[in-house]
Each structure stands twice: as structure tokens, then as C-alpha cells.
């Protein structure tokens, strides 16, 4: 049994190594941080009910002056490139908006973007967010604009559909044929960084580190340019399942043919195995 | 010329041209192996099967990728990874095999040490493979570049401005190795040059050379017992098979192998479709960027313990920059390996190491300190961590230095045994 010995020396060298270089490594180079946190909490809830119709009047006054509502037939008072040269970003399409972010976030939003995105370090007086803060609405105003919101979405959106409205204004994939809405050069000037094309971003950063950071990009990267968007948990899943899908399409065939390889290579070991034992009997 | 006779079946009329049966006995079936050897002595075709892999895999990559700043990502990440049929079995095969052939050339590397098989007239032997070793590292990193993603740009950059050091001439190198001011279109182009073709071949070679180099002092045993391998070779042929302490390389030798490496690549196959991070560095799936600086670099596993006795040195000593003593240190480390069958002062005297007090003790903290080299190689140099990488690069110098001692030490003792 000499040999099941040294293969257990070997084995037990080669996990030190790996453990030290790969599981114990990353957790000193990324300490962990909380989860994420999808109830919002440091906003204060909505404890009025929101009425819809009251919502429409008020959507029709003060939103779509610069956002579309495709859905509803709305599109955009101004094409992209306008838009993105009169604001500094392209203002998001509404059409699925009261599903796709939080019903809190919404709220808090609307109240005070820059405290909702958690970009003060981006945006002050001096340098104001393209949003206004509609800090003058009362609660029950607030809440009739995000029941009204909620109320105009009569299909849920694909995967791609929650990245396109809630990620492709500032973030391109290449390798699904989809642009940026908003200019590279323009996104720059807005929030000093280039917004990467996140083709590639579910093999570079993977699924668990997406999961917080999307929803709290400040946690994960100190002084980050990106804005904490608000997504519910369901809407974050939609996005990263799509972040997948082009990033890693070819995850289900390397996972059915895998159990394949590995059972070809144990048949070839067995008989392998059996050949030796014949051979060696004979002629050793 | 040879008397040609009318050819009695396809390998008769080989064999009259070639000689193919007393190659096929010279090669194979009368390539005399010790018969008392373990698993360990498998590593060499173990090696041979992922070199295999790499250079049939590296092929079909080859036919899609692109060494042009401006498409290889996308050549790597989008053509091969999604368009190409099983381009991505094709590239993580090829990740991980680089990965694994590391570790089989540590182990078999570690198991040439453990069995004195570098000294007593393997010299040789040890040195080509030592060769082969720097080839391979050579041809690891510059397949790294190619995928031109963040950590292939930032290992470049820092790995290529490392020749900075040579005195005098030093940045003079680096823009020679670069073939700009700055790591660029021309340094991802000479750098495909030396993986696909110049290094292959230099490593085809050595390999020819390494096998040749084992045929004369013969394969090493697990007693590094000294076999008479004539009279042994005779009396397996005599057909007292079970007598002789040899084997014939082909089926018998052979016949383990297979095995062996039909083990591995199970193993192999699981780590291609299930588990290769560790081998296919997520940060080198982000483009390269000149403008965004990676908040951790550090190389593949495999080269961590070497970068790490670069870096333990991290503070000035005796008026020498810090910088300056890490490279000699880099230097040292890369070189020693080569010297070690002349470090090896009880050179008339082969053992394994259990058998060797001395060098045993010797050969373990080697193989520990190697070990927290990498580990503390790839962790933030800061705090604790920087004396602990300094502590070990020193024990490696170290190591290295009282190696003739213990030797010659040894060797003494032994003549008065």
C-alpha cells in the first residue's frame, strides 16, 4: 500500500497549495461583505396607498416631458443622441419601470435621487443629477406616481428587456448586437468613467459577485461611478440570468458533455486498469 | 545497401527499408525499466499526454484566434468561446491543461530530488528537464498575453519590466523584448511568434533530448538501487520473467501508464468543464485596459513562489535598494535548480531521501517552503503577510546554500560507515 500512500502525500500537498492560493487568497483580497439588500431599508417605506388615476394626471405633468412610455404608444420626446447631450445620459423608458425596480426604491428615488443611487460623491449643487428631486410631493403623491407606474405594466419583460431598460443606457453587449443608448463620449463626460461592455462580465466578476454588487456597486467598489439602479431581487435575477445567457452561452453543453468526458476517461482507466493487471501478471 | 528481397506482408517490406523491428525493439519492447517503481515514474507520460493536448488543442485554436490588439479578445472570448463548435472546449482544455502540466512537472520534478535521480550519472537527465522547465514557463507566459485580457496585459507589463534590473543596458532590453516603449501590438505579436512556433519546437526538441538523455544511465528506481540492466534484460528474455528486476518499456512499463494517466484525466475532465478558474483567471476575462490598473496582479499559480522571493525583499538592506536585492534573489531562485546536481556534494551516492537523514529533512522544508512561497505569493504583501513571504524567500536562499554542506557532511559519514 506503499502507493496509496505517496498518492495521498501528493494529494494532500497539492490541496494546501490550492487552498491557499485559490478559496484562501480571494477571501484576503475580497473580504466578504453583507448580502444584498433587497428591502431597501435605510429608505423610509411607503405607508400610503398609491391611487392610479391620480398617478397618470401627475406622470402626464412632470415625467414624460424628457421620458417615453413606449408600451403606451409614448416614445421619447428627444432621440438618444439629444437626450444624451441635453441631460448627460439618456432618461430610461417607463414602460416596465414599476416592475422592474423596487417599489420603495421608486419612492425614495423620486424623493431623492442622489440619495437613492448613492451618488453623492458624483453629484452635488454644483454638478447636478439629470433627474430632479421631487422632494415637494407629498407621500400620497409619491405613491400614486409609483401605483400608477406599477399599474401600466400589463406584461412582464423578457430578460433581455429588464437589462436593455434598467443597464443599456449606459452599458453596451457586444455580443448580443446591443449599443449603449447613451454615447460613450457622453457617459463619460457624465459620470467621469467609461461604463464597461458587459459581455464577458459573468465569467470576469461571476454570479455571486454581481448579485451584491448590482444591487450596491458603492459596497463592492469604493468610489465607483455606477449608480445602485434599484432592481428588485426578481428583476436583478432576470438581469443576470441575461448577463449569462450571452456571456457564458455555452454553459449548458459544457456541463452535459462533462459528465460524458469524465465518464469516457473512467471506462478507458478501468480498462486500462484491468490491462495492466493482466499484463503484469504474466509478464512481471 | 541492404540485400531486398521480395517483401513477405506490409511490415516485412517496412522493415527491409527502415528497420522498423529493431527500432520497435530499441524504442520499446527492449527499453528496460526497473520493475520496483511506483506511480511516480508515470509522470513523464503523464506530461506527454497534456503536452499532446496542448499542441492538438492549441492547433484548433490557432485557426480562429487573432494576434491583433484590436480582435484577439474577441477572437478568444466571442469566436472561439461562442462561435466556434466547441471552441470552448477546445480553449478551457488547453487553460487547464497549462495548469496541470505545471503540477505533474512539480511533482515529477520534486520526485527526481526525493530519489537522488539528478546525480551519479544522471546529471543529464536533470538538466534537460530543467531546460524543458524554463521552456514550458516560457511558453506558459507568453500564452498568457494572447488572450490580451487584463491580467495578460498587467503580467506582461510587470513581468517584461522586470529586465529592467540588468545593469546598464536594462531598459535598453525591455523596449528590445517589447518591441515598443510600452506593452503594445508588436509585443502581442512577437510574443504569438515564441507560443506557436519558436518555443514548440524548442520544447519538441528538448524532449527528444530528454528521453535520450535517460537511455544511458537508465530510469532510477525507488531503492536507487544500481541494476546490472544487461544481465537483468538477459534474464527476462530467458523468459524468467518474475527473476528480472526489469521490465520491457512497451506493454509492460506501458500498461501502468495508462492507466495512470487514464486516472489523471479523469480528474483533467472534471477541472475542463466544472472547475477552472483556478487555471482561467476570471480578471483576464475583462479586456485589457493601459488606463485601469488591476487592484491585485499576480501570476499564474505556478510562477507564484518565484514571484514571491522577487518581492519578500521589501525593504532596503545595507544601502542596496530593495528592488535590487529581490532581483538577484529572482535570479538565484531561477537558477539554483540547475546547480543542484553539483550542490549535491555526496555525489558518488544515491538514495532516497528517506534513507538520507539529512537531505530528508532538508528535501521536506523545501517542499513547505516552496508552498508558502505561492500561497504568500498570490496574498496582499502587507503586514504580516510581507514578513512571512520575506521569512520564507530567505529560508529558500537559504536552503540552497546549506545544501553542499549537509552533503559533503553526509558523504563524510558515509566513508566511515
Redesign the interface.
Known amino acids: 500500500m506503499?502507493?496509496v500512500k505517496?498518492?495521498a502525500i501528493?494529494v494532500f500537498?497539492?490541496a494546501?497549495?490550492?487552498w491557499?492560493?485559490?478559496p484562501?487568497?480571494h477571501s484576503?483580497?475580497h473580504p466578504h461583505v453583507a448580502p444584498a439588500d433587497f428591502g431597501f431599508k435605510e429608505m423610509e417605506p411607503l405607508h400610503v396607498n398609491g391611487n392610479a388615476d391620480n398617478g397618470k394626471l401627475l406622470v402626464e405633468a412632470n415625467c414624460i416631458a424628457c421620458h417615453g412610455i413606449k408600451s403606451l404608444g409614448l416614445e421619447a420626446p428627444m432621440s438618444p443622441e439629444d437626450a444624451a447631450s441635453s441631460y448627460g445620459v439618456v432618461p430610461p423608458d417607463l414602460s416596465h419601470a414599476g416592475v422592474i425596480y423596487d417599489k420603495n426604491y421608486l419612492a425614495g428615488f423620486l424623493k431623492d435621487p442622489v440619495r437613492a443611487t448613492k451618488l453623492s460623491h458624483k453629484f452635488n449643487d454644483a454638478k447636478p443629477y439629470a433627474m430632479p428631486s421631487y422632494g415637494f410631493f407629498s407621500d400620497q403623491e409619491i405613491a400614486d406616481v409609483v401605483a400608477y407606474l406599477q399599474n401600466i405594466v400589463a406584461t412582464k419583460p423578457s430578460d433581455k428587456g429588464v437589462f436593455e431598460e434598467a443597464c443599456g443606457r449606459c452599458h453596451s453587449m457586444?455580443?448580443d448586437a446591443l449599443k449603449a443608448q447613451t454615447p460613450s463620449a457622453s457617459m463619460k463626460n457624465y459620470l467621469g468613467a467609461e461604463a464597461?461592455?458587459l459581455?464577458?462580465m459573468i465569467?470576469?466578476?461571476?454570479a455571486e459577485y454581481l448579485s451584491t454588487f448590482i444591487n450596491e456597486p458603492l459596497k463592492m467598489v469604493e468610489g465607483i461611478a455606477m449608480p445602485r439602479v434599484g432592481l428588485s431581487e426578481a428583476s436583478q435575477q432576470q438581469v443576470i440570468a441575461y448577463i449569462e445567457k450571452v456571456g457564458d452561452?455555452?454553459k449548458a453543453?459544457?456541463?452535459s458533455?462533462?459528465v460524458k468526458?469524465?465518464g469516457f476517461?473512467?471506462i478507458?482507466?478501468l480498462i486500462?486498469?484491468l490491462?495492466?493487471v493482466s499484463?503484469?501478471k504474466?509478464?512481471? | 545497401m541492404a540485400q531486398i528481397k521480395k517483401a513477405e506482408g506490409f511490415i516485412d517490406w517496412l522493415d527491409q527499408r527502415l528497420a522498423v523491428k529493431a527500432f520497435m525493439r530499441v524504442m520499446m519492447s527492449e527499453y528496460w525499466i526497473p520493475k520496483n517503481i511506483n506511480f511516480l515514474w508515470a509522470m513523464g507520460v503523464v506530461l506527454i499526454a497534456l503536452f499532446a493536448v496542448l499542441l492538438v488543442t492549441g492547433l484548433l485554436l490557432l485557426m480562429y484566434y487573432k494576434p491583433d490588439v484590436a480582435l484577439a479578445f474577441d477572437s478568444v472570448n466571442y469566436t472561439i468561446m461562442q462561435e466556434v463548435e466547441y471552441g470552448w472546449l477546445w480553449r478551457h482544455m488547453h487553460g487547464v491543461a497549462a495548469s496541470a502540466t505545471f503540477l505533474i512537472i512539480y511533482i515529477h520534478l520534486f520526485t527526481g530530488i526525493y530519489y537522488g535521480s539528478y546525480k551519479k550519472g544522471r546529471e543529464m537527465i536533470w538538466l534537460t528537464g530543467m531546460v524543458l522547465f524554463v521552456a514550458f514557463s516560457a511558453e506558459a507566459f507568453s500564452g498568457y498575453m494572447l488572450p490580451w485580457g487584463q491580467m495578460s496585459y498587467w503580467a506582461a507589463q510587470v513581468i517584461t519590466n522586470l529586465f529592467s534590473g540588468i545593469p546598464v543596458i536594462g531598459d535598453a532590453v525591455v523596449i528590445w523584448i517589447r518591441g515598443d516603449y510600452v506593452v503594445a501590438d508588436a509585443t502581442l505579436t512577437r510574443f504569438f511568434m515564441l507560443h506557436v512556433v519558436l518555443l514548440p519546437l524548442v520544447i519538441l526538441a528538448v524532449i527528444a533530448v530528454h528521453f535520450y538523455t535517460l537511455r544511458f544511465p537508465h530510469v532510477n528506481n525507488q531503492d536507487s538501487v544500481e541494476l546490472d540492466f544487461e544481465a537483468e534484460a538477459k534474464t527476462y528474455k530467458e523468459g524468467r520473467v518474475k527473476e528480472s528486476n526489469v521490465v520491457p518499456f512497451w506493454p509492460v512499463f506501458l500498461s501502468k501508464d495508462f492507466f495512470v494517466v487514464g486516472f489523471f484525466m479523469t480528474f483533467f475532465f472534471f477541472l475542463v468543464c466544472y472547475h477552472f478558474d483556478f487555471a482561467m483567471d476570471p480578471i483576464n476575462f475583462e479586456p485589457a485596459n493601459s488606463m485601469k490598473t488591476p487592484a491585485h496582479i499576480y501570476p499564474e499559480w505556478y510562477f507564484l513562489w518565484n514571484y514571491e522571493v522577487l518581492r519578500g525583499f521589501f525593504f532596503d538592506i545595507g544601502g542596496i535598494a530593495a528592488m535590487d536585492i529581490g532581483l538577484i534573489a529572482f535570479v538565484f531562485a531561477n537558477t539554483v535548480f540547475f546547480l543542484l546536481p553539483f550542490l549535491d556534494r555526496n555525489t558518488m551516492h544515491t538514495a532516497p531521501a528517506h534513507k538520507r537523514p539529512a537531505f530528508f529533512v532538508w528535501f521536506w522544508l523545501l517542499v513547505v517552503d516552496m508552498i508558502v512561497l505561492t500561497i504568500y505569493g498570490k496574498l496582499p504583501p502587507t503586514g504580516v503577510n510581507a514578513w512571512v513571504g520575506f521569512f520564507a524567500a530567505v529560508l529558500f536562499l537559504g536552503l540552497f546554500i546549506v545544501l553542499p554542506i549537509i552533503t559533503k557532511y553526509e558523504a563524510k559519514k558515509g566513508e566511515k560507515a
Open positions: 506503499r502507493e505517496i498518492l501528493v500537498f497539492t494546501v497549495t490550492y491557499g492560493v485559490e484562501y487568497a484576503q483580497m457586444k455580443y464597461p461592455d459581455s464577458m465569467r470576469s466578476k461571476k452561452r455555452k453543453e459544457r456541463e458533455l462533462g468526458l469524465i476517461m473512467a478507458f482507466t486500462a486498469y490491462w495492466k499484463i503484469w504474466r509478464a512481471a
